[in-house]
């Protein structure tokens, strides 16, 4: 046997290695190949689809009323805030003024909404980064608070399916503002077990710093919104430059963060539970007595011809209905604009030229909810 | 060659070998057991939450219920795995951590066998076991098993070090009770009970506060712990080496590493907190009783398994390159430098403050090294498009 | 390490407070009124006939699609020598609970607050080995209002 010994360098070859579906830290059936060369990341490959259940089909299927509970679906940590913009939609196209106080109350609902999917964020990040769950149990421990006011106030847990097209399904209970108020208060003491867990922790510092970055223009163009965005230094909020609701009516700041790493994402969110923790002060503020409802709905809601967009500022972007009416009870189609989506496309982006580990991180701080990515 | 034990003269050396070793055995396998429990409970607490309480009362019979289930399992061997390997790593991984409980020196004249190069003889057992997890991770053909693997060798072999390092510089000044014949003074041992006995007046605690940190983030790297848990981090390698293994071999993994907490601990209380000896040692006329100072070992060493649980709970993991920076850049020159002094006091015979001294210094060296690497973040990789690569599409 | 020792010390502060877990099947949380598990019908305790007349709005409603009713005529009917108003009601009625999607529309449409979600537990623990087993008849549908055990909440 003949040895080729003339050859002065090996051939080596990547390893592919395939995270997902079924991997502890893919937050559900997300499923990525990552081409690697020792602990370095060469190239990644993203596939979706693994929970597709054809919601906006399925939608274009069932009336206006029973439309809202498949929203509830396709984005279950912030369900509310999928319900707003569907029921916007309807609303748009038939015309409906929405009472005050149910614009209050929805405000209200979503920021609390808000609340929670960001605690489910930081615990599940904090899970990522390496803490044995300890940041987990804190993040739950603040959602379950509020998940149970919702509970005392549709019924259900997650799948709320509470506002309906022109306000909502019902009255809230008579305790509902002292209720809030309690629940805001334990989730300030969340924020701040957060904030001392996480925030100056050397060790997290230096995991999250400058890993995963992206410029402001690459985010742009990737249609990038949400925390994701405001973290690489563009201030699209859509509740300040679009102010839907009563958005309008209160103050508060857009909040960014310059570095566009996991670190900024990380950070955006933290103060966004606080602001909205202010945002609901105001906003409790401000509600008043009065209908829930219009005075005249008809039993089954009939849109004219027409379609709309209808863009709201859901937890992790932009959460965008488009719909097509041509007449009828039913949408003729339906279309669901995905945040999560979107910010995925940047994954590859981000997490090329970096450690294995920086990848999982990576996609832990885009907060992709796959039932929102997939539909 | 005959030896004494439990009171019975003239026993064969071996059979009291065996007999002790069984004993710490069995006692181990309990312990561990509690160990178990412990960690699970108090994780628990720090989360709060209620951890075990459906096994016995408030969950004491879990890690039982836990073994049985662990024994009843399946045994499987993935088709593609290297079969040798494959089985023989659980083995390598166990067995030399229970080898290295043969100097730890429990109470008073109470261990396997006093060696004189105890020391030596523990980091050269324990540190056996790092072959075990690369066969683990490479009989296992598993990519996962394999980076996990890959990574515990790196970690295992670089963390050896200082590891090492701080237990010499603390055996290389210990003072060794006098020679009775010729009155000299004498310094450095290897001896445990000798280590243990030179502080029963100031532990070492006292003299050695950086050596005392080195070991115990050193520690925490061997032992696999947050945040040093790198190659069986669950939210990357999904428990890494251990991957593909099951019911009684995983659960050899599992016993091997808690009984390396439990050495680690006790090895930790007899070198920096005076073992037995320390407050104990005071009345050296009227030694304190058998249980008093088993007492007084398990406290201490409580006290560590604390610590690491606490850690566990509350940082996050360290990724592979800032693990390797920071034994090699960091705690290693800080070791050579303690060694150095330590070595200068032992030449020179300077007053032991000095010891004391240059450790807070390194400490404090540490802190601002710890400190300055955080602000200065690796740079920013590059871009995407200038690395070309092919993944499967 | 500043920020390492102030990890350490939020951990302690956790470990003195209180455990927010409970145990489960032992101590069951007082669920809101509101609570919504699946829907149930409701028996007229004055006549002793189900409320439900089998009009079949909820079935029409029922986004997944996951009810079955049938009429009949009532046999309790004034006319019949009964002391029942109904002049149809209820033949037979399932649930299947596996494709509920507790929406509530069901109970929003039904013009005879015939049916409500369960607010209880019983409504919430209901595995079964099989999922032929979670297709509820009326006789089952009906036990707990039947029984007393339910005080519904229906949205006006």
């Known amino acids: 046997?003949?040895?080729?010994?003339?050859?002065?360098?090996?051939?080596?070859?990547?390893?592919?290695?395939?995270?997902?579906?079924?991997?502890?830290?893919?937050?559900?059936?997300?499923?990525?190949?990552?081409?690697?060369?020792?602990?370095?990341?060469?190239?990644?490959?993203?596939?979706?689809?693994?929970?597709?259940?054809?919601?906006?089909?399925?939608?274009?299927?069932?009336?206006?009323?029973?439309?809202?509970?498949?929203?509830?679906?396709?984005?279950?940590?912030?369900?509310?805030?999928?319900?707003?913009?569907?029921?916007?939609?309807?609303?748009?196209?038939?015309?409906?003024?929405?009472?005050?106080?149910?614009?209050?109350?929805?405000?209200?609902?979503?920021?609390?909404?808000?609340?929670?999917?960001?605690?489910?964020?930081?615990?599940?990040?904090?899970?990522?980064?390496?803490?044995?769950?300890?940041?987990?149990?804190?993040?739950?421990?603040?959602?379950?608070?509020?998940?149970?006011?919702?509970?005392?106030?549709?019924?259900?847990?997650?799948?709320?399916?509470?506002?309906?097209?022109?306000?909502?399904?019902?009255?809230?209970?008579?305790?509902?503002?002292?209720?809030?108020?309690?629940?805001?208060?334990?989730?300030?003491?969340?924020?701040?077990?957060?904030?001392?867990?996480?925030?100056?922790?050397?060790?997290?510092?230096a995991r999250t710093k400058n890993v995963g970055?992206?410029?402001?223009?690459?985010?742009?163009?990737?249609?990038?919104?949400?925390?994701?965005?405001?973290?690489?230094?563009?201030?699209?909020?859509?509740?300040?430059?679009?102010?839907?609701?009563?958005?309008?009516?209160?103050?508060?700041?857009?909040?960014?963060?310059?570095?566009?790493?996991?670190?900024?994402?990380?950070?955006?969110?933290l103060q966004e539970i606080s602001q909205s923790i202010d945002l609901i002060e105001q906003c409790l503020e401000r509600l008043e007595d009065g209908p829930i409802m219009p005075e005249k709905m008809p039993r089954m809601l009939r849109l004219p011809e027409g379609e709309v967009y209808i863009r709201t500022e859901a937890p992790r972007g932009e959460y965008g209905i488009y719909m097509v009416s041509k007449g009828g009870n039913k949408p003729h189609r339906l279309k669901v604009r995905s945040a999560c989506l979107s910010n995925l496309q940047a994954l590859k982006q981000m997490c090329v030229g970096q450690y294995v580990a920086d990848a999982i991180i990576v996609l832990g701080s885009i907060d992709i909810v796959l039932s929102e990515v997939d539909r | 060659m005959s030896t004494e034990i439990f009171g019975f003269d003239g026993v064969n050396v071996w059979v009291d070998g065996l007999v002790r070793v069984l004993l710490i055995v069995g006692f181990m396998t309990v312990v561990v057991m509690g160990l178990i429990y412990g960690e699970r409970k108090i994780l628990a607490r720090f989360q709060q939450r209620l951890g075990p309480t459906r096994t016995g009362p408030v969950g004491l019979l879990q890690s039982v219920a836990d073994a049985l289930k662990l024994v009843g399992k399946e045994d499987l061997r993935p088709r593609n795995a290297d079969a040798w390997t494959f089985e023989l790593a659980p083995y390598l991984v166990f067995v030399p951590v229970f080898l290295g409980f043969v100097i730890v020196p429990f109470v008073l004249d109470w261990q396997v066998r006093i060696l004189e190069l105890g020391l030596l003889y523990f980091v050269a057992v324990t540190g056996i076991n790092i072959v075990g997890w690369i066969m683990a991770g490479w009989g296992s053909d598993n990519r996962y098993a394999m980076i996990g693997g890959m990574r515990a060798a790196a970690q295992g072999i670089s963390y050896e070090l200082p590891l090492v390092l701080s237990l010499l510089a603390v055996a290389m000044v210990v003072e060794v009770p006098s020679d009775s014949?010729?009155?000299?003074?004498?310094?450095?041992?290897?001896?445990?009970?000798?280590?243990?006995?030179?502080?029963?007046?100031?532990?070492?605690?006292?003299?050695?506060?950086?050596?005392?940190?080195?070991?115990?983030?050193?520690?925490?790297?061997?032992?696999?712990?947050?945040?040093?848990?790198?190659?069986?981090?669950?939210?990357?390698?999904?428990?890494?080496?251990?991957?593909?293994?099951?019911?009684?071999?995983?659960?050899?993994?599992?016993?091997?590493?808690?009984?390396?907490?439990?050495?680690?601990?006790?090895?930790?209380?007899?070198?920096?907190?005076?073992?037995?000896?320390?407050p104990a040692g005071l009345f050296q006329d009227d030694p304190w009783p058998r249980w008093a100072q088993a007492l007084l070992v398990t406290g201490k060493a409580g006290l560590f398994i604390f610590m690491v649980f606490w850690v566990r709970a509350s940082v996050p993991r360290l990724r592979i390159d800032q693990l390797m920076s920071f034994t090699w850049k960091i705690l290693l020159p800080l070791m050579f430098a303690q060694v150095l002094i330590n070595g200068l006091v032992l030449v020179y015979d300077w007053p032991e403050i000095v010891l004391t001294v240059t450790g807070l210094v390194g400490v404090l060296v540490l802190v601002m090294a710890v400190d300055r690497a955080v602000r200065h973040p690796r740079p920013r990789p590059a871009p995407a498009t200038q690395l070309e690569g092919e993944a499967a599409s | 390490m500043r920020g390492i020792l102030k990890s350490l010390a939020t951990t302690l502060s956790t470990f003195s407070r209180r455990p927010v877990t409970r145990l489960y099947p032992e101590g069951h949380r007082d669920l809101p009124e509101r609570d919504r598990a699946f829907p149930v019908l409701l028996w007229d305790k004055d006549i002793d006939e189900p409320f439900c007349t089998g009009c079949h709005a909820c079935?029409?409603?029922?986004?997944?699609?996951?009810?079955?009713?049938?009429?009949?005529?009532?046999?309790?009917?004034?006319?019949?020598?009964?002391?029942?108003?109904?002049?149809?009601?209820?033949?037979?009625?399932?649930?299947d609970y596996a494709r509920c999607m507790r929406c509530n529309i069901c109970v929003e449409v039904c013009n005879f607050e015939a049916i409500a979600m369960n607010n209880t537990w019983q409504g919430h623990e209901t595995s079964v080995y099989d999922r032929a087993d979670l297709v509820m008849d009326l006789p089952q549908l009906l036990v707990q209002s039947k029984a007393k055990q339910l005080e519904e909440w229906v949205p006006e």
């Open chain 1, 1 to 205: 046997m003949v040895v080729d010994t003339s050859a002065t360098e090996f051939e080596t070859q990547d390893l592919l290695l395939n995270v997902g579906p079924q991997h502890p830290s893919t937050h559900g059936v997300f499923r990525m190949v990552l081409e690697i060369d020792g602990e370095l990341v060469k190239d990644l490959v993203p596939y979706i689809g693994y929970l597709h259940r054809g919601a906006e089909k399925l939608c274009e299927n069932n009336d206006f009323r029973q439309g809202i509970g498949y929203m509830d679906r396709t984005e279950y940590l912030a369900a509310h805030n999928a319900e707003l913009s569907y029921v916007m939609a309807v609303e748009a196209l038939a015309e409906i003024e929405v009472p005050e106080r149910a614009q209050w109350i929805r405000m209200i609902l979503c920021e609390l909404n808000r609340i929670s999917s960001h605690f489910m964020f930081l615990g599940a990040f904090g899970v990522d980064v390496g803490v044995f769950g300890t940041p987990f149990i804190y993040g739950w421990r603040e959602r379950e608070r509020i998940i149970d006011l919702f509970e005392e106030i549709s019924g259900d847990r997650m799948m709320f399916a509470y506002f309906r097209a022109g306000g909502l399904a019902w009255e809230v209970p008579l305790n509902f503002p002292e209720r809030v108020r309690e629940v805001l208060e334990s989730a300030r003491q969340g924020v701040k077990d957060f904030d001392g867990l996480l925030t100056q922790n050397e060790i997290f510092i």
């Open chain 1, 213 to 269: 970055v992206i410029t402001a223009d690459d985010a742009i163009e990737m249609g990038m919104s949400g925390p994701t965005i405001r973290a690489s230094g563009v201030p699209l909020d859509l509740r300040k430059t679009e102010p839907y609701l009563q958005y309008d009516q209160i103050s508060f700041e857009t909040i960014t963060a310059d570095g566009g790493d996991v670190f900024d994402r990380y950070l955006v969110r």
């Open chain 2, 181 to 278: 014949a010729t009155g000299e003074s004498l310094r450095g041992s290897l001896n445990l009970n000798e280590i243990i006995a030179a502080q029963a007046e100031i532990p070492n605690l006292v003299w050695q506060p950086l050596v005392l940190i080195v070991f115990f983030i050193a520690a925490l790297a061997e032992l696999n712990r947050t945040p040093f848990d790198i190659p069986v981090g669950e939210s990357e390698v999904v428990g890494g080496p251990f991957v593909e293994y099951s019911g009684i071999r995983w659960s050899m993994f599992f016993l091997a590493e808690y009984a390396a907490l439990l050495i680690m601990s006790l090895i930790f209380a007899a070198v920096f907190l005076g073992g037995w000896a320390w």
């Open chain 3, 59 to 95: 079935e029409r409603a029922c986004p997944v699609e996951c009810m079955t009713v049938t009429m009949t005529d009532n046999p309790n009917h004034t006319t019949n020598d009964g002391n029942s108003k109904r002049r149809k009601i209820v033949d037979k009625f399932y649930i």
